[in-house]
């Protein structure tokens, strides 16, 4: 694996995660353990955001390493 697929792989698991929280912040009875989850849910996104701004970055690293 290169870590452009590697990336990849943690911004899947990050949307994994996200959908995760949703779906407990759907099933929770209380809106204080609801807001909670959508409170993770939306870290998660930030996450996803973030490995976003990685990606690109590592993307001009690698090409300029690979014009060396």
Known sequence: MNWRQFIRVMKIDERAARAKYKAASKA????????????????????????????????????????R
Do not use: C, M, P
Request: no cysteine; charged share 45%; hydrophobic share 40%.
């Open 28 to 67: 929770a009875k209380s809106q204080g353990i609801r807001e909670i989850f959508e409170k993770l849910a939306y870290e998660e996104e930030v996450h996803v955001d973030v490995l976003d701004r990685f990606e690109r970055e590592l993307t001009s690293l690698l090409a300029e390493e690979k014009k």
